[in-house]
């Protein structure tokens, strides 16, 4: 997905100065050059021996470090400052709260603010057996922002709590470079390793390009013959957990790290798909992703002859392989280059594709940045100048991104081809990978790419000249778009189609056999024919024989989409006079139901259930002397189940009534939220005519509750190898002998068991089992294995997960270091018996509500904290010594006049969380609510 280009910020020695003092040319003598380049060296030298030049990397630390300070954050702080493409994009105020945050999320105990005030920064960090406020700091430059974090850093390490150095330098930069871009990252030495391991194309994975829009971890694309792809995962699919661990708060590394593990072993991914309201569960088994690059393919069609090439990704030897693969243009009438799904990759593979195919000196791309700036041109390098006449036609989709927008860029800005399909993803940032003094890894966006009309398409795209739009009609949900739109005269023509989602059969088919016979079922492919032979005839710059051709296709388009719809009660039809001005709007009513029979109008205080069907019912009245034709209605609400919802409604004759009703399913385990609804109808046009905005109540659906036994064995039972007397020793495999027990009264549908390493060496041979259903008042006993390798400490953490993935709602987490044994009683997680959030009822502040919640737990509480929007607002300590506690607490909370989300975190003296998350759209101030459900 990333470019990169490795560090060039260094110029020392002589082929560096020969790139800015040329040896011969530009009229200087080879001794005059000779000269020139010895006083520069003197010069040089003398500065730094004034101490006028620090050396490019040197540490940021102030010339009297505090005690305990960090020379890695100082060498990160260097580093984006020296290369990052814009540092002063992001405010030093914005870095300093990330790495607050980020702190606060690590370390239970810990809460942490700063406030401005005339003197400066001023920093709190408090627990409750410590206590740190420091006097005004300056913070205006990334210096500044040093000493703020070194004398941060060297505070905790000397406070109450129990901090690892190396594991505290981590969290700190993890915090700051999240809020400078999602593709900037400090990676830990062993995810350095694996990352340039993945890099070099040796590792073993499920073929998942991902990246970051709007803090939603998206695919850009899966990789052609993959596990993804052949699974059906889609380009722009959102991805909410990997093995169930939420992808929230992780990094896009890390993402990556968790999607990479070893040949055959499995991993668990829930997706959320526009128009589907429940998450989407995948199993896939990973394996080695070794693909080639370039797939090259020939058919004939009514005596016209086609060469399809299909890019898949820009690799080292892309090019080279495109070349020898091409071949000679021969007979070919038609060039067809399909970069759908193309992740991306190298710069220079994609500036020496494009080069294959434009005339010399026509501009490629461009780059900007701090420490890189450079115009690549075409040079004319490929030998079959033949290929220079045949008319081009470029695919691409949402999953196209990086090195395949700058290909796509290139041919179409140049006049040198015709693109066709849809919008493309936007990655337009380059990287450097560059190893830090301790072994970890920065990765570092390091500048822009831009077109060669200078535009720089990052999270826009690029738009192609025809646009492929699918309409989608089933059972399960609708996605329409106009057919009557009017083409703009200079912009992109649009071309709504009609679109089948393939079993997974057909997709499978399709990744893994490349014939002509499957392509041809492709609609891009149908339309890139169809244009074919408008190139070959007309030419590339004759718009008005394209749009002909287009509109040809629409108008058989059009025919199978209203007749799709009338399949569905649905009269798509328009008239003439239907396209006159409209003189009135519609009236509508919106209701919703439960059961499909007791219907309640918008807006109302009553609960929707999740798990079950929800009926919506959508009344309209047409009061105006003129048809309404192609009616829709579309949904957008904060909740991920409705919004981009779309429901098609027809034709209105004047003074008529029409009334649809529509099923929709609540993902069940749904948290008990308020969220934003706002329904809007929209013509033919897609103009907004009529609508609704109000809110919505979900209640919490019950779920399991778990409480587990473990026990570890050495002794040759259960696949276990070892000495027998039970400890941890090098060497040895141990299995952990879990007994799960539901002790609900709710069914635990999709049971899972995980084990994962929080650090040390330990391997997890047998990590992951998904138990299946789980019946109240019944246990399952399974067994994990872990292996120890020779020579290791016995000091590595673990933490074993188990939970319900049917519902939202938490299992349980236990964390525990293997030097220690584990406990031989029963453990279960505190109960969140009522967590409730209401109103304070101050006219004066209409954003201030109280967070109450019942909380017990058999073994005693030990703390609970609490953070909206990100931010911890309350940490509590409980009597460690009370034992079948139940307490009540009240907390004062300020909201947002929007969304917002409230978590609630609870453990007991067992170390195992429990946890609930609400989510709250605060539309009115003024308003009570209490959301309630049992954890």
Known sequence: MSIFLFDVSKLTTQSDLNTILPANGSGIKAPMVRCFRSIISIVLFLFLLSGCFRPVYAPLLPESPPKNSSSLISEVLMRIQLDYVNPEKTGMEVLLDGVLRELERHFVELRASSSQDPQGIRLKLWSSAWNYESGPHALADFEDLNQILQRMHGELLGSTLTIDSSKL??????????????????????????????????????????????????????????PAAKAGILPMDRIIRVDGEATEFLTLDEILFRLRGEKGSQVGLHILREGIPSPLEFILEREVIRVESVDVLDWEHA??????????????????????????????????????????????????????????????????GRRISSKFRSKRLFRYSAWSEVPMLVLVNR???????????????????????QKTFGKGTVQSLAELKDGSGLKLTIGDYLTPSGEWINETGIMPDVVLQPVIINEKRYRLFPLTEKTDSSGPIPLPFLYDEETDEERISKA????????????????????????????????????????????????QIISRLSEHGVDWGMQAKALKARTGHPEIQVSWSNDGQAWLDLPTEQMLSPGKISFLKIWVHNPTPSPMERLKAEVHSSSKDLDGLEFPLGVIHPGNNLTRIFN????????????????????HEEQAISGLKTHLLFSSQPGPRFSFTAEMHDDGDWESQGNGDGRVDPGETHAIRIRLNNESGYVSSKTLLRLTRLSGTTRIPRGRIRMGELNPGKYHEETLLIQIPENAKITDRLKLEIRDQESSLPGIVYQWSLDKPLPSYK?????????????????????????????????????????????????????????????????????EESQNRIEVHVRDNDGIQSQRILNFWNWNGDEEVALSGSS
């Open 512 to 559: 893994n056999d490349l014939n002509s016979e499957n392509l041809r079922k492709d609609y891009f492919i149908n339309v890139a024919e169809e244009l074919a032979t408008v190139l070959w005839q007309k030419g590339l710059s004759d718009r008005e024989s394209i749009e002909g051709k287009i509109e040809s296709l629409k108008k058989n388009q059009q025919e």
């Open 827 to 895: 453990l279960q997680g505190p109960v969140l018996s009522s967590v409730k959030l209401v109103d304070e009822s101050n006219p004066s502040s209409a954003e201030e509500y109280l967070l109450k919640a019942k909380i017990s737990d058999q073994l005693g509480l030990k703390d609970m904290q609490v953070f909206v929007n990100g931010v911890k607002i309350e940490y509590l300590l409980f009597d460690p010594e009370k034992e079948n506690q139940e307490v009540e607490v009240s907390i004062p909370a300020t909201l």
């Open 664 to 683: 929709l399913s609540i993902a069940p385990g749904s948290l008990a939220s308020v969220e934003s609804f706002d329904l809007k109808i929209l013509d």
């Open 303 to 368: 005596d016209f002859q086609y060469r399809y090439l299909r890019i898949k990704n820009f690799q080292e030897n892309t090019t080279e392989e495109l070349k020898n693969k091409l071949g000679n243009a021969g007979e070919v009438n038609a060039l067809i280059l399909d970069l759908r799904n193309n992740p991306g990759g190298l710069l220079e593979q994609a500036v020496q594709v494009s080069d294959l195919f434009l005339e010399s000196g026509k501009p490629i791309v461009s780059t900007r």
């Open 399 to 421: 999953g196209s991104a990086s090195a395949s927008e700058i290909v796509t860029a290139a041919l179409q800005q140049n006049q040198r081809a015709l693109v066709i399909g």
């Open 169 to 226: 330098e981590q969290i700190m930069l993890r915090g700051l470079t999240q809020k400078l871009d999602p593709y900037t990252a400090v990676l830990p030495k062993e995810l350095h390793r694996e990352f340039r391991v993945s890099v070099d194309g040796s590792f073993a994975g499920v073929g998942l390009m991902v990246g970051f829009r709007e803090n939603k971890l998206i695919v850009i694309s899966p990789m052609v013959g993959s």
